[in-house]
């Protein structure tokens, strides 16, 4: 038997005037949301981690409301790669420079209030948080969602015989 398949360039998504009106109002207070979570995470509840994902998710809600593709093109791929890699690289930097200046440990923040960098160690979390972790959770929530949306194309899938 033979399963009946959609034609692959037909397009699954369907326009709704409710639920983009809806996106339209919600999506710069879940962004906010997201943002102040990301900057308040080391003195309150939450975190960068939960504030990248409430970003990404937010990303995410608008692609489902306006589709993926006119999402896709307004968000380019190199952006989401680079708040993926821009996070990773900030974190490890972060954490490295102490230990190329003689410092002991990974994320030793007092190197940075010995140099006069930064008041308290404290902040050197804070950086760690709103250029390390939140970028990369977003970046990886974005890019996951864009590389499933893209699915296989014809002849990628591996059927058994």
Same mark, same amino acid.
């Given at each position: 038997m033979s399963e009946s398949r959609p034609d692959v360039n037909e397009s699954m998504y369907v326009e709704s005037q409710i639920i983009m009106s809806t996106v339209r109002v919600v999506a710069p207070f879940a962004l906010t949301y997201g943002l102040f979570l990301? #900057?308040? $995470?080391? $003195?309150?509840?939450g975190g960068s981690f939960q504030g990248g994902a409430i970003i990404g998710s937010t990303v995410l809600m608008i692609a489902f409301a306006f589709g993926i593709e006119p999402t896709r093109d307004w968000l380019r791929n190199r952006t989401v790669v680079a708040l993926a890699t821009g996070g990773t690289a900030a974190f490890a930097l972060i954490g490295l420079v102490p230990i190329f200046f003689g410092g002991r440990n #990974?994320? *030793?923040?007092? #190197?940075? @209030?010995?140099? $006069?960098l930064i008041n308290k160690p404290k902040w050197g979390l804070e950086a760690? *948080? @709103?250029v390390g972790v939140a970028p990369i959770v977003a970046g990886v929530v974005v890019g996951l969602f864009f590389l499933i949306a893209a699915g296989l194309g014809p002849g990628e899938v591996n059927e058994d015989d």
């Open positions: 990301m #900057f308040h $995470g080391s $003195g309150t509840p #990974f994320l *030793e923040y007092d #190197f940075y @209030v010995d140099i $006069g760690i *948080e @709103v």
